[in-house]
């Protein structure tokens, strides 16, 4: 959710017609001059803002005259104030009528799973945070206001009966405002009442951020999340994030005070919240809230970790994170070691201790490089998998290095028929979007380790169409594509379950043709930023329907050993180390998709595994409860337990307790709450995910929720990091009542996912001969060019002129020569519209035709009579200087003999009398740099004898050319290259020019053309 200014919030009032006092919005003192105020009126004048309390801290003045509110508006515009010991300017403030009410409510509304709370009080105004208990809530369901009920709250709610109608038409007006601006919550305090009419006299709107696409007129700014201006650091990561295609970045300064003062630096967003819990349990002070997720690019964490590594005096660096399921550990420590590398060299990380924690895709090459960072001198500290998540803040703040271990290698327990109608050996599953590609690989990789038939029956894309190859094993499955559906479903009516991978937009409408799809028992959706008010709406129609619904932002879901769906798992050694390939004791639901990989790792190491983990997505309203798949695993004979990772916000947590108390159940539930440390961080604060955040009755915090998990009989681990021995103390005492029976422990059917030849061919364990040979490598992580890679050839100051030496020659030039190169290619970019090259390109382009078409006509043209001659000249050139030096005459006899006219002697327009300034210049050039140019020296030789013949048969660039780059060792053959490389850049040129000036199609003149015809006559029989 966004905070909204109050003025730009009543802007969008007014839009619905609901009634708001006028006001003016003053950023500028010159503004004050030309506002103008009736001075029969009273005014009011509010800092603007995010300023929670503004009355209460004397940034809101009543009761003023025309002149006065101008005058305190110039007053408080600009000041500076201190909220929270964080120093704030007034740069906007608000001047808007005083209106006379004869009294004041409270009003709100807030977003919630089933529709949305109106909070109603006769009590308003300033203190209505002391008169709490005096709010009244009714919940308006899905489908709208039910007016009669409506009514009858109000009167409950001591509303005087003539008031009843007409603050229920205005409630209804505001709902409809409410949904229709995809608000999350709008508190009108006070709601003025004056006679019978009401007047929206302040106003607090949050709206989904999400939504934003769906509203042009959202053209202002949200407000950030606490009472004082984004910082510069938290303004550049919202940038960044902005610009990255796939994953995230976040940042939030906390400055707190004490010590030790912690930056962290976690991935994940379930992971990010615990890491922070654990700093301050153990009496850390988090200097900031971060996170990364989703596989974001190595240079957006390298930005991420240059803002975190430079946060003041710290202390310690935890650089944390899950068992990840897809994103490359790689990668994303290449940028944070990046980052780490900056802060060093700009002074920061001195004396600082970093903690490393992290698994997933590429784990030990991603471990092994941050352990390299010791040898640099770095004070760092590393850990795998086998430590537990939130350890290395104990070794960090409490010097713990010691922690408790698994007492066994648990075996797999006795298999029993499942019962969880969904995800499971039956699943026939069909995939929405082209993104869905991937993890239908990864679905693959299961079924190949299980030793199963694949499930995914095929793909939809509306942009394409055909088979998609999947590998299984050492197999290829062919996988066919469609563009709709239906299509889908008439080829393939088993298809029973769907996964959506598809973008926002599109994300509401084909959960919807999902769910009408009668087949569709099951539907999971991964996609993020879908508003809050289609998730809803999907999950109540889900609900309708007597189908689930998992989703959006839902990772996936795994049964061990039975059915994958996305790519929850991670990587095919994560399953393998997880024992994923069969089934274990415990079932697993978490918000948090990068913690699902944990909690199965946890599983497998401190009990006997996993039976079905479901990540249900970390979205503020997920169409499907943790009650939902409680249910289930109630009901399934092989779940025994159940891990539950919850978080702080909404009321899923509490409905999980509702339930086991409501009778004996025959599952154990075991419950982990992130957000303990919300109690001693600043208010306001985003967490990791969108339903992580407090209703307005304060209600849904972590220790609510423990508390009330407690009472209701379930296990609540104090952290994260109790949570690994209570999971083995459960499924001992199970193992102990008999409940659980240990059998033997299966081998996976295919222990070893076939390596592609690329791997093997790294580690040399196979040899294939190749097709060709090429000395530019380019199989790494950036090209590397007869040996030298180009990064470095960038970052030491060589130009192109060197890279086309080197690529030509296989050397770098010298200086001189590079300058040369230089020469040669601005000399000869362009040559005119005129010459053929040009004129086709022309043409071509005011055709229509694309560049890089238009660019390859006019390439054609290149030839013997158009630039083509270069590489002929420097051929006869170079003969001649071996075989007649010193005897012009006997060559040009054998030229004229064998050959015909010279290449490269002659032109058109030039002649001895009036020279070619670009052979002339780099003639000079040469001289001046002495260089050797043995073949050059013989053509001129060549041209002192032919312009005494005729004085236009001069040395012309392609035959000075042809011989300068001989002499420079380039090779004969690829010379005409040199020539292509300076005139395409003209031939763009030419491209642009006719698309700049909108040229239109070229046709040739008729008087241009020599009509060479006979007369016209009469055509004979046909015989």
Not at 760 to 777: A, H, M, R
Request: charged fraction near 25%.
């Amino acid at each position: 959710m966004a905070k909204v200014a109050e003025y730009f919030g009543k802007k969008l009032l007014r839009k619905y017609q609901i009634p708001v006092p006028a006001n003016w919005l003053v950023t500028e003192k010159a503004q004050l001059d030309e506002i103008e105020l009736n001075s029969n009126r009273e005014y009011v004048v509010k800092a603007h803002g995010n300023f929670k309390g503004r009355g209460k801290l004397g940034l809101v003045k009543v009761k003023l005259s025309a002149k006065d509110a101008v005058g305190e508006a110039k007053k408080m515009l600009f000041h500076q104030i201190n909220i929270n010991s964080h120093p704030v300017i007034i740069s906007e403030v608000l001047i808007e009528e005083m209106v006379s009410t004869q009294k004041e409510y409270y009003l709100a509304l807030q977003s919630v799973r089933e529709g949305t709370d109106v909070l109603f009080s006769v009590k308003g105004g300033i203190e209505i945070e002391e008169n709490w208990d005096s709010v009244n809530t009714i919940t308006i369901p899905i489908d709208g206001v039910n007016d009669s009920a409506l009514k009858q709250f109000l009167k409950k709610a001591s509303v005087p009966e003539k008031e009843i109608s007409n603050l229920s038409d205005f409630i209804k007006k505001l709902y409809e405002s409410f949904t229709g601006e995809d608000a999350t919550y709008l508190e009108i305090n006070p709601l003025g009442i004056i006679k019978d009419s009401f007047v929206g006299m302040d106003a607090v709107l949050m709206v989904d951020e999400d939504a934003q696409y769906k509203h042009s007129d959202w053209t202002f700014n949200f407000l950030s999340d606490f009472a004082r201006p984004l910082t510069d650091e938290e303004i550049h990561i919202k940038t960044v994030n902005s610009n990255l295609t796939k994953g995230t970045v976040k940042f939030t300064v906390l400055n707190l005070d004490g010590k030790p003062k912690v930056a962290i630096l976690p991935a994940g967003g379930g992971a990010s919240v615990f890491y922070t819990d654990a700093v301050v349990q153990l009496g850390g002070v988090p200097l900031n809230y971060t996170e990364y997720s989703g596989d974001p690019p190595a240079d957006a964490v390298f930005e991420l970790t240059k803002i975190v590594a430079a946060q003041p005096d710290i202390q310690h660096l935890i650089v944390g994170g899950a068992i990840a399921n897809f994103t490359d550990v790689k990668a994303t420590f290449t940028g944070i070691i990046k980052g780490l590398h900056w802060a060093r060299e700009q002074g920061h990380l001195n004396g600082v201790k970093i903690w490393v924690r992290r698994g997933g895709p590429n784990e030990m090459a991603g471990l092994d490089m941050m352990r390299a960072l010791r040898e640099e001198g770095f004070d760092i500290y590393v850990y795998d998998r086998n430590t537990p998540l939130t350890a290395i803040a104990n070794m960090a703040l409490d010097g713990k290095i010691e922690f408790q271990k698994p007492k066994a290698i648990y075996p797999a327990p006795l298999r029993r028929e499942r019962s969880l109608p969904f995800c499971n050996k039956t699943s026939k599953i069909m995939i929405y979007g082209a993104q869905g590609l991937n993890p239908a690989r990864r679905m693959a990789e299961f079924s190949y380790l299980s030793g199963m038939p694949y499930n995914v029956v095929c793909l939809v894309d509306p942009n394409a169409s055909g088979n998609e190859t999947i590998p299984y094993g050492a197999e290829t499955i062919l996988m066919p594509t469609y563009k709709t559906a239906q299509e889908a479903i008439d080829g393939h009516p088993e298809i029973n379950e769907a996964l959506i991978y598809v973008n926002r937009k599109a994300a509401y409408g084909t959960a919807i043709e999902a769910l009408n799809l009668p087949q569709i028992r099951f539907i999971s959706m991964i996609t993020e930023g879908v508003p809050e008010i289609d998730a809803k709406k999907l999950l109540h129609i889900a609900r309708n329907k007597g189908k689930i619904f998992n989703g959006p932002s839902a990772i996936g879901m795994f049964s061990a050993g039975e059915c994958r769906m996305g790519v929850a798992g991670g990587s095919y050694d994560n399953l393998i180390k997880s024992r994923l390939y069969r089934p274990g004791s415990f079932g697993v639901l978490t918000k948090s998709g990068g913690l699902l990989n944990e909690i199965m790792w946890m599983l497998s190491q401190w009990a006997d595994g996993t039976t079905t983990a479901i990540g249900i997505g970390g979205d503020s309203f997920p169409g499907s409860d943790y009650v939902t798949y409680l249910e289930f695993f109630e009901n399934d004979p092989q779940t025994h337990a159940v891990v539950i990772i919850g978080e702080m916000g909404g009321n899923l947590e509490e409905g999980v307790a509702e339930w086991y108390s409501a009778k004996q159940r025959r599952i154990k539930v075991i419950a982990a709450i992130a957000g303990i440390s919300q109690e001693k961080l600043p208010k306001g604060l985003k967490f990791g995910h969108a339903g992580a955040k407090l209703d307005a009755s304060g209600r849904g915090t972590t220790r609510y929720k423990m508390d009330l998990l407690k009472k209701a009989g379930i296990i609540v681990a104090p952290t994260f990091g109790d949570l690994g021995p209570i999971i083995e103390d459960v499924y001992l005492k199970l193992v102990k009542e008999g409940k659980i029976v240990q059998d033997v422990e299966p081998k996976p059917a295919n222990a070893e996912l076939p390596k592609p030849i690329e791997d093997l061919i790294k580690t040399k364990s196979v040899v294939i001969p190749s097709l060709f040979t090429c000395n530019t490598f380019n199989k790494g992580d950036e090209p590397v060019y007869y040996g030298y890679r180009a990064a470095d050839l960038v970052e030491k100051g060589y130009g192109i002129e060197h890279v086309i030496g080197l690529q030509l020659t296989g050397r770098l030039p010298s200086p001189a020569e590079a300058q040369l190169i230089k020469r040669l290619i601005i000399l000869t970019v362009d040559n005119g519209p005129c010459v053929s090259g040009a004129l086709a390109t022309i043409i071509a382009s005011c055709a229509g035709i694309p560049l890089a078409q238009s660019v390859a006509a006019g390439l054609i043209m290149i030839g013997p009579r158009f630039g083509g001659a270069v590489t002929d000249a420097a051929k006869y050139f170079e003969y001649g200087y071996k075989n007649y030096s010193g005897d012009v005459p006997a060559f040009l006899e054998y030229m004229k003999r064998e050959v015909g006219p010279v290449p490269g002697i002659g032109h058109r327009k030039f002649s001895k009398k009036s020279p070619d300034l670009r052979v002339q210049s780099t003639i000079q050039f040469i001289r001046k740099n002495e260089l050797n140019a043995p073949i050059l020296n013989f053509a001129l030789e060549i041209e002192k004898a032919t312009v005494a013949k005729k004085d236009n048969l001069i040395l012309n660039v392609d035959g000075m050319m042809g011989a300068v780059l001989r002499d420079l060792g380039f090779d004969i053959e690829g010379l005409n290259g040199f020539f292509i490389i300076a005139r395409t850049i003209g031939l763009c040129g030419h491209w642009v020019d006719q698309k700049k000036n909108n040229s239109r199609l070229l046709r040739l003149f008729e008087w241009l053309v020599h009509w060479g015809r006979k007369d016209v006559r009469d055509v004979p029989p046909l015989k």
